[in-house]
T-cell receptor, first 115, second 114 residues
Framework: DAGVTQSPTHLIKTRGQQVTLRCSPK?????VSWYQQALGQGPQFIFQ???????QRGNFPDRFSGHQFPNYSSELNVNALLLGDSALYLC??????????????FGPGTRLTVL | AQSVTQLGSHVSVSEGALVLLRCNYS??????LFWYVQYPNQGLQLLLK??????LVKGINGFEAEFKKSETSFHLTKPSAHMSDAAEYFC????????????FGKGTHLIIQP
């Protein structure tokens, strides 16, 4: 079992650009959540996808959008990048309809640097 | 709405000493509570979770935590610290099931002195 995987591991972008981050959930999981972790801070919840729909959303602007595919993998898109978007982006998976409904498994993250 | 407060951004203990990391929460509904550990340049690993069963929860690597509703606390302890415990620790709360979006504290950096 590969666990939660994310790509790429590191990314450098310029202000105003757009970025797409990818996540594959743990085998058997149907739910993907995204978190932003700024340097020295705790993770902040961006949104969660279940059955290809946004199920929950945190306090993030519309520049942050996502998608979930039929195979449960997910993308996080950020438009019009700001310097403040520089952070570690974490993906977590769980199984609302299965045994792991009370736990989230985290991937290693994607480090985004905006210059 | 939920919130988490972790008291002490840095905690330093000697190897072999008791580890105590503090977490207080606020939740309008019965909470699910979690402690995660993060090693440098890695993701989060679950140490333990409280999901309304036993109030004393045992986790991995010898850690445990006690849910105290009257004090709205969920402090993390370990009887004897090891050098390998040096890491960042995060307390988190969910207002629904554990799969819901989590609210994290700002973290506590645990330093182990030889």
């Amino acid at each position: 079992d590969a666990g939660v995987t994310q790509s790429p591991t590191h990314l450098i972008k310029t202000r105003g650009q757009q970025v797409t981050l990818r996540c594959s959930p743990k085998s058997g999981h149907d739910t993907v959540s995204w978190y932003q972790q700024a340097l020295g801070q705790g993770p902040q919840f961006i949104f969660q996808y279940y059955e290809e729909e946004e199920r929950q959303r945190g306090n993030f602007p519309d520049r942050f959008s996502g998608h979930q595919f039929p195979n449960y993998s997910s993308e996080l898109n950020v438009n019009a990048l700001l310097l403040g978007d520089s952070a570690l982006y974490l993906c977590a998976s769980s199984s609302i309809a299965g045994a792991d409904y009370n736990e989230q498994f985290f991937g290693p993250g994607t480090r985004l640097t905006v210059l | 709405a939920q919130s988490v407060t972790q008291l002490g951004s840095h905690v330093s203990v000697s190897e072999g000493a008791l580890v105590l990391l503090r977490c207080n929460y606020s939740s309008s509904v019965p909470p699910y509570l979690f402690w995660y550990v993060q090693y440098p340049n890695q993701g989060l690993q679950l140490l333990l979770k409280y999901t309304s069963a036993a109030t004393l929860v045992k986790g991995i690597n010898g850690f445990e935590a006690e849910f105290k509703k009257s004090e709205t606390s969920f402090h993390l302890t370990k009887p004897s610290a090891h050098m390998s415990d040096a890491a960042e620790y995060f307390c988190a709360v969910s207002g629904g099931i554990g799969a819901d979006g989590l609210t994290f504290g700002k973290g506590t950096h645990l330093i182990i002195q030889p």
